[in-house]
């Protein structure tokens, strides 16, 4: 993606990790690398099942608020029909969610 | 007259207390005094027979006497607190009142007419029958209150059993089913009914003391305040004997507190809806939610884990929404139940059960676990949409000390694990800003 954000990408992606990790210590799951922006959150290669996306995902909406003043829903049906999922990989829910604060920005 | 032999057995009694109001005792033979000078303000008023009456107030010897009056009468009572007064307009328009009797603090009442024809057709089958009658509205915890109308005298028959003559407090609201049924089994076996100025739980539990009430009717929400305000501790309960409690699920856990902080108080679970009144019911035993409801004009039937009762008592019908009989009379009461031989074992509100990826969730099971986490003073559980899994199960938590949320949500989220099914875990976490119960001491499970 080329967009550029007039939010930090960087702050975003490491919310997002930070939320991971402790989804992953609370679930007792042990990785053998750190999460990165490759890590996948749904599929055959994540480590998360579907309610721990739903955890993840919500825990992010509410960390958003705290850290941007914006309250999003970021699990809807625009998420779930878009051609790429927004969930598949911490790059891709990074990417997501600054367009959203973005767009509720400009309004 | 509908109640003439309650007036006969109150005769039985007149020197016996039947109300404590504001410190003060009023006699049964002073009750039926006052109901005979309420019959000349009556006749004054022009307040006959089918007319539709409301009292506004509370267990003082003036709105009991008047209601007691207004049945021997034949009128309709509207009963009103002041927990619904922000409906006050919306409910005398419903009920369609013509009279409003209100009651101020220091029992002294004002009449208010209204110049209206009653014109619904079941309170005039009502009148025609030349029955007193009853309109209760339930809690609209799920949308609009619904207005029950009811022939007083099959609400009374059950009354007229003689049982135990106690001393109760009078905490379950008159405008509510569980408050009607307290006052006319204290009355109609020459107990005491003992008002208290609100329902705190030191304004509760001192006058337990005072008066050394026997009988406490109550909610698993009070019950759960009480403990945790330590309330009990700083007062001689030992009067106590019975301690029923119903109008929502009780947790697990609460139960057991109760039982351990009360060890020689009967615990007993209460069962009744405002369209069917109260049935009788039997815990298995103190400790026990299984338990057995039923007795005397009452039916009951679970069909797909659902509770359905049939009431001799119920009411005629709804003034604002269709009847929820069956031809044959039936009532789903839309209550979840595991069954066990006789005995049922209530699970919650259909309407409030949270469908997780297509598992069910019940909200008082996860509530029981999150009240026994530290810090954690009361929780209510409810649903939220989520396209992935349909819904979640949300948690919003009132706390002891103030904490950090992110801490409480690994707390939370790990204390959950070990003692639930994931799905049942909570997703969304929050913290409450103030309490979460309803006027009646009922938890309010919204989003």
């Known amino acids: 993606m080329t967009t550029l954000f007039t939010i930090d990408r960087g702050v975003v992606v490491a919310l997002i990790i930070d939320s991971l990790r402790d989804l992953y210590e609370q679930n007792g799951v042990t990785t053998d690398s750190e999460p990165d922006e490759g890590t996948y959150l749904i599929g055959r290669r994540a480590l998360l099942d579907s309610l721990g996306l739903v955890t993840l995902i919500v825990d992010l909406e509410q960390k958003i608020e705290e850290a941007f003043g914006v309250a999003l829903t970021l699990a809807n049906e625009r998420a779930m029909s878009q051609k790429n999922s927004p969930f598949l990989t911490v790059g891709s829910l990074a990417d997501y969610i600054c367009a959203l604060i973005d767009e509720q920005r400009n309004v | 007259m509908a109640i003439e032999w309650l007036i006969e057995r109150m005769e039985q009694s007149r020197d016996a207390v039947a109300v404590v ?82 009651f101020d603090a220091d029992d ?27 309109v209760l ?36 609201l008159l405008d509510h089913i569980g408050g009607i049924n307290t006052l006319f089994y204290t009355l109609s076996n020459g107990g005491t009914a003992v008002s208290v100025r609100s329902r705190d739980p030191d304004e509760v539990c001192a006058a337990i003391e005072r008066y050394r009430v026997e009988l406490l009717p109550t909610s698993p ?71 057995k409801v039923g007795g005397e004009g009452f039916e009951t039937k679970v069909v797909d884990g659902v509770l359905y009762v049939r009431a001799k008592s119920a009411m005629l019908g709804y003034l604002n929404a269709p009847s929820p009989f069956d031809e044959e009379g039936w009532m789903n009461t839309q209550d979840m139940v595991e069954v066990d031989g006789e005995y049922i074992r209530i699970l919650g509100r259909r309407t409030e059960i949270i ?38 199960v949300a948690a919003r938590l009132n706390l002891i000390e103030p904490e950090d949320l992110d801490s409480l949500k690994k707390r939370v989220r790990s204390w959950c694990r070990e003692r639930l099914e994931p799905f049942k875990v909570p997703v969304k976490i929050t913290i409450a800003d103030g309490d979460q119960f309803s006027a009646r001491f009922k938890k309010m499970r919204r989003a």
């Open chain 2, 21 to 102: 109001w504001q410190g003060a005792s009023v006699s049964y033979g002073d009750l039926i005094d006052r109901v005979a000078r309420w019959r000349a303000v009556l006749d004054e008023a022009g307040i006959t027979a089918g007319q539709v009456v409301s009292i506004e107030g509370d267990y003082s010897p003036g709105a009991i006497s008047l209601m007691l009056a207004l049945i021997a009468r034949n009128a309709i009572v509207v009963p009103l607190t002041a927990s619904v007064a922000m409906h006050r307009e919306e409910f005398l328009t419903i009920a369609e009142v013509q009279a409003v009797i209100s």
């Open chain 2, 108 to 134: 002294d009442w004002r009449i208010e007419r209204r110049d209206i024809p009653v014109t619904h057709e079941l309170t005039r089958t009502l009148i025609a029958r030349g029955h007193p009658g009853l």
């Open chain 2, 137 to 172: 509205f339930s809690s609209g915890s799920t949308g609009k209150s619904k207005a029950a109308l009811h022939d007083f005298v099959p609400l009374l028959e059950k009354f007229k059993v003689p049982r135990h003559r106690q001393v109760t407090l009078t905490f379950l």
């Open chain 2, 221 to 291: 929400t009070f019950l759960n305040l009480m403990l945790m305000s330590e309330a009990y501790r700083r007062y001689d309960l030992s009067s106590l004997k019975l301690i029923t409690y119903g109008t929502e699920v009780m947790p697990e856990t609460t139960l057991r507190r109760v039982r351990e902080a009360f060890p020689h108080v009967r615990l007993q679970q209460t069962y009744g809806l405002s369209e069917l009144g109260i049935l009788r019911s039997k815990s298995r035993d103190d400790g026990s939610l299984w338990v």
């Open chain 2, 355 to 392: 469908n997780v990826g297509g598992q069910k969730v019940y909200p008082a099971e996860v509530e029981s676990v999150l009240m026994q986490l530290p810090n954690v003073r009361d929780a209510t559980v409810y649903g939220e949409k989520n396209p992935i899994t349909g819904q979640i």
